[in-house]
């Protein structure tokens, strides 16, 4: 009798240790003081990430054979929209291209400086294959080794598909533009109206807030990120399209939906924006001049 | 190789294999869409074979090894998994004499139970994607893998947790008392 209570004792104790030490973790981890649980979660991307990319590389074509069979169709339809907007693209690069030599001329005149210069970009590979049914970020088989951290935007070639969570050494984790937590500054490009877009979850749009009731907003306008100070994200990037306009007025607000421009369902290959926002403007020191001729304004933050 | 090794060696050779089928071909194979997780089936199974005492402790080790690998608030895994490898042992030492495939049944519903308690956790914690996923389909699917892997997770998990086989201990017993 006594052994039995005995070991019913050591049940609880064992039971009760894993249940605590399994609260202090998620403490731990919602405090965001998690450093050594980042880096077993990173460690372990690393160690897991080539027999993702194997397993992923053996079931690519059985995927895609599958996928051939069920929505051929719309493939098909698909195909034919996608060299519809290829033609389009063609013909607009060349005017890019010249409003861009324009833009290059006039910055020159003025004597300004470039104020967005080119953000180096890397493409990287998405793990078509989740690993729970309960995920809400994409993997991506490129890591810090690529200059990749935490924070980065990440897109497609259709728009903004979210932002860099972790980044081991050869993996990165991104978290969907229509994930709960994600939030981001936009920019209604008609009106010019500054707003909030926040995720609402898997499959659905995008909410944006703080969109004064006088802003006329029309279905269909395109959203893309403001790039305010202290922002993610760069100005620019196309986040989506409204769809629907609901007026609040006990916030005194609108309530924008916009639907997000890239295929959220269908990544294969995505770019990370090398872009790391609240980066100090590198100081501008004045250099007693040597045996040359004198340099002026060297950037020391260069590195 | 690993016939002289302890509980915790083999416990954590069976848990890397689980991992690894996890990543690598799991989540390629998805039946009505869902991904079924072989760590739960686990901790099912551990707690089954070994009572409670030790269902909680495979569970937390199946709920590390998931937090690891998984997105969701770390800890969280390793909660849910301790709390249904616990349930798992205790609901199993109640009914010690069920047949293979009532055990087979037990199980399955018991894996189905542990989607619920999962999302129960996500609930809690106010993590819409968890509370927002087909809980229904996904427990359904779980369940009908837990059906049809469990003789195959229960020979896993006796091997890793160095458990005798009931029948041969039952006839250890008869043939000593003759």
Redesign the interface.
Known sequence: MARRAG?RR??WL??AL??V??????????RGS?GV?DT??GA??DL?GP??T???W??EPF?NAWRGIVSYDDLEAENAQLRGELAEAEASVLRVGELERDRQELLALVGARDAAPAIPRVTARVID?????????IELAKGRRDGIREGMPVESGDGLVGRV??ASTTRS?VELLT??NFDAGVRIVRSGDDGLASGR??GRDLEVSYIELETVVIPGETVVTSGFAGSTFPAGLLVGTVTDVEPDAVRGAQRVTVHPAADLERLRWVQVLLYEPNVPEPVIVDREPDDGPADTGSAGGES | MMAGAGPLARSTLVLAVAVVVHVGLLAHITPAGVIVDPLVLLAVAGGMMGGRSTGASFGGGCGLASDLILHTPFGMSLLVLTLVGYLSGAITEQIPSAGRLARAAIASLLAAGGIGIFAGAGWLMDLVYVTEAPIVRIAIVTGVASLLTNPLLERATRWALIIRPRISAASESTSRSG
Do not use: Y
Request: charge should be positive; aromatic fraction near 4%.
């Open positions: 070991i050591r049940t064992r039971l894993l249940v030490t399994a609260i202090a973790l998620l403490t731990l981890d919602a998690g649980l077993a979660r372990t991307l897991l027999v993702r194997f397993g992923d053996v079931a995927r294959a989740p690993v729970s049914n309960f995920e809400r970020t969570v972790q984790r994930d709960p979850g898997p």
